[in-house]
């Protein structure tokens, strides 16, 4: 339910910005929704992560559950959001300042519902796959599975951090 909630957030901020400066104001919706396809494939990294350490353990080629290359995986997503959002936020807060008319605001939002409806829609199922694919993880048998994914778990969470911050 939070990642909704994030990704709902990102989503409202997206049409948020379609109020802000044309030149800029078309460029921040259009920063918003590649950070959010940025952010998508981050998650779509780590899921690979997780099912690669699956695979090796049910394989043999492990004897525990290696989830080190997920949680740095976690960390790429956590940079993204870290870097991109700040920027983003930035000059956020510079277009708000600005006056925009309730039809150019209309217009934006138009003219860019189709890309924030599909850079949101692949960022949730994403994020259910990683949740689906974490699920997996911990019923592997693993001796150290529920360890390795709580921990994963927690990286991640502090990975989206930073996407929580600009959605409020």
């Known amino acids: 339910m939070k990642r909704f909630s994030i990704a709902c957030g990102i989503l409202s901020l997206c049409f948020v910005l379609a109020g802000c400066e044309s030149n800029s104001r078309e460029g921040l919706i259009d920063d918003t929704v590649g950070m959010m ?4 494939g981050n998650i779509g990294n780590i899921k690979k992560s997780v099912d690669d350490a699956v695979s090796n353990y049910k394989s043999g080629k492990t004897q525990k559950l290696d989830l080190s290359e ?5 960390d790429k997503l956590k940079e993204t959001g870290a870097k ?14 600005q006056q925009i008319s309730d039809q150019e605001r209309s217009t934006y939002a138009e003219n860019k ?23 997996a993880a911990r019923k ?11 921990e994963l778990h927690r990286k991640y969470v502090e990975a989206e951090s930073p996407f929580e911050a600009i959605a409020r």
């Open 70 to 74: 997920a949680i740095k995986a976690t």
């Open 84 to 97: 991109t959002t700040i920027e983003i936020k930035a000059r956020i807060d510079i277009a708000k300042a």
């Open 37 to 40: 396809n940025t952010a998508a």
């Open 113 to 135: 519902q189709e890309a924030l409806n599909a850079a949101f829609k692949l960022l949730l199922t994403k994020q259910d796959d990683l949740r689906k694919a974490m699920d």
């Open 140 to 150: 592997c048998g693993a001796p150290n599975a529920a360890q390795a994914v709580d």
